[in-house]
């Protein structure tokens, strides 16, 4: 469909949603930095994914600036990636109208996802919130996306994708490209400090829950000095152990030491120790990234041309996929 310069192209949406923490750059934006040299990666921020359930405008708009301060920052490179707001290309809300009119109920209905985050309030969200898989079809499909990496949340919305390229391909002859799921290599998996049984979570309020990445050194202390633990005073990887266990996962990740190297450094030392050690790894460990984002905030309008050139790169590209779209089905 597309020029793809020997590189198949990949596709990953990030919410908006403020408050980026260790979980998501050890758990996936470190790997999309290793990895963007060899795929043709696009990055959109998707806000119109996050006004699903109610925002504050004004905070919306200095999260969306905030989360591509913080990938910038991380190492995401516009040589080699392209960053992007979803509502500067409005091809993907105009190919979602269509899309909704090939998607069956049945499809939507069984969407776990909406029943898990609608709860009970179910007849109180939006419909834009029960409609959610329809646009995130239209962002991967916009782009003739070749790959998508997905974690296990969102896997049934990528085979809700495929199936419905395939109808519409069935229906009108080659139209869109069917995606394929790309399994991310297996990063650390990052559990809240406060409770170590549940996975780290933006959603998640608490003010011991998460290592956020712009979070101050003192923060990182404070928040690591009352992190779970339990009452064994040996400091071994145990998953049966989920405290000490997850404060070890994080040392690993940070420094790349081996378990066998991490186990024998902390042999005869106690939490306490393990606790002021893990701080100071953390921060050092942050400490780039924090540098160049505040050096990125420093740059008036940098980050507001840099994801307009990112817009005006893949314009072209939905506008593309959206006629051909438009044509098959009639429109216009």
Not at 125 to 154: E, K, N
Request: proline share 5%.
């Amino acid at each position: 469909m597309n020029e793809r310069n020997g590189r198949k192209r990949i596709l990953s949406g990030i919410q908006p949603t403020g408050n980026a923490h260790i979980g998501n750059y050890l758990g996936a934006i470190r790997h999309w930095v290793a990895s963007q040299g060899e795929y043709e990666s696009l990055f959109p921020i998707v806000d119109l994914h996050a006004i699903t359930v109610p925002k504050d405008p004004k905070q919306l708009r200095a999260h969306i600036r905030e989360t591509a301060g913080i990938l910038y920052a991380a190492g995401i490179d516009p040589e080699q990636s392209t960053l992007f707001i979803q509502s500067h290309v409005s091809a993907h809300a105009e190919l979602a109208w269509i899309l909704n009119c090939f998607i069956p109920m049945g499809w939507m209905e069984r969407m776990t996802q909406f029943k898990d985050k609608a709860g009970a309030a179910r007849e109180r969200v939006s419909v834009g919130l029960f409609d959610y898989p329809a646009l995130m079809a239209a962002d991967i499909l916009i782009y003739d996306a070749d790959l998508v990496p997905v974690g296990d949340d969102q896997r049934q919305h990528l085979e809700m994708t495929r199936d419905l390229a395939q109808r519409i391909n069935s229906m009108f002859g080659k139209t869109l490209v069917v995606p394929e799921a790309s399994i991310p290599p297996v990063g650390a998996r990052i559990m809240g400090l406060d409770d170590p049984t549940s996975k780290m979570s933006k959603s998640e309020t608490g003010q011991g829950h998460a290592i956020d990445l712009l979070d101050s050194p003192d923060e990182i202390r404070a928040k690591i000095r009352r992190a779970a633990t339990d009452s064994s005073r040996v400091i071994e990887f145990d998953e049966s152990r989920p405290g000490v266990n997850n404060l070890l996962v994080i040392y690993e990740a940070f420094t790349e030491r081996t378990r066998e190297d991490i186990e024998a450094h902390f042999d005869g030392k106690g939490y306490a120790d393990l606790k002021r050690e893990l701080s100071e790894v953390v921060i050092e460990g942050l400490r780039p990234l924090q540098e160049r984002y505040r050096e990125i905030r420093k740059e008036p309008g940098y980050l507001d041309a840099m994801l307009k050139e990112g817009a005006d790169k893949v314009r072209p590209i939905a506008d593309r996929t959206l006629r051909r779209v438009m044509d098959k089905v009639g429109l216009g």
